[in-house]
């Protein structure tokens, strides 16, 4: 089957840290390019950053938004697509999801929620 | 820094056609996507690299592209078509952007 699903999220106080996990399953993970976005309640959705394929440079960028505070990363010989979060505001609430455009048969995850409060 | 603008809201009764737009300086050169959400749920696909339609979208979803303005028709709306819509590109460095979101109205 062909997935992502999304894990990690919880709550958090303001200043503390949480890695979300991405496994994805049913494509070929090594030649996608890998997307983390995010929606805050009631709200839009934000690009929060892409990690090319290996192949392809395995380069990361960020939304200005980031500062440094999220890195992604990812592990083939897992399928595994990783966020490291620091530095957790409350503006940080939102439900994540990671998704690919490099192919149109993936459908999003149902997300993992992060509640940042004190 | 970069945007992509939708029109926050679209209006239509039923059996009309819904047009939602995307405009962005990048989109000659970068793809358009679109994807639906509705209410309470993961976002879906409906149409890739400006015009594609994935396999299970209807085929009253269409996309089309053209300079700086990337258009998705929905012909004959439906009901359940009711809900956010969202484009997605990039731009000029790669990275991503998504537009603001569109509230489509059926009724």
């Known amino acids: 089957e062909v997935q992502v699903v999304e894990s990690g999220g919880g709550l958090v106080k303001p200043g503390g840290s949480l890695r979300l996990s991405c496994a994805a399953s049913g494509f070929t993970f090594s030649d996608a390019w890998m997307i983390w976005v995010r929606q805050a309640p009631g709200k839009g959705l934000e690009w929060i950053g892409r990690?090319?394929?290996?192949?392809?440079?395995?380069?990361?960028d960020y939304a200005a938004f980031v500062k440094g505070r999220f890195t992604i990363s990812r592990d083939e010989s897992k399928n595994m697509l990783y966020l490291q979060m620091n530095s957790l505001k409350t503006e940080d609430t939102a439900v994540y999801y990671c998704?690919?455009?490099?192919?149109?048969?993936?459908?999003w995850g149902q997300g993992t929620l992060v509640t940042v409060s004190s | 820094s970069y945007e992509l603008t939708q029109p926050p809201s679209v209006s239509v009764s039923p059996g009309q056609t819904a047009r939602i737009t995307c405009s962005g300086d990048?989109?000659?050169?970068?793809?358009a996507y679109w994807y639906q959400q509705k209410s309470g749920q993961a976002p879906v696909l409906v149409i890739h690299?400006?015009?594609k339609r994935p396999s299970g979208i209807p085929e009253r979803f269409s996309g089309f592209s053209s300079g700086t303005m990337a258009t998705l028709t929905i012909s004959g709306a439906q009901v359940e078509d009711e809900g956010d819509y969202y484009c997605?590109?990039?731009?000029?460095?790669?990275?991503?952007?998504f537009g603001g979101g569109t509230k489509l109205t059926v009724l």
């Open positions: 997605y590109s990039a731009d000029s460095s790669g990275k991503g952007v």
């Open positions: 690299e400006d015009s």
């Open positions: 998704f690919t455009t490099s192919t149109s048969e993936l459908p």
């Open positions: 990048a989109l000659p050169k970068k793809y």
């Open positions: 990690i090319k394929s290996r192949t392809d440079g395995g380069t990361v």
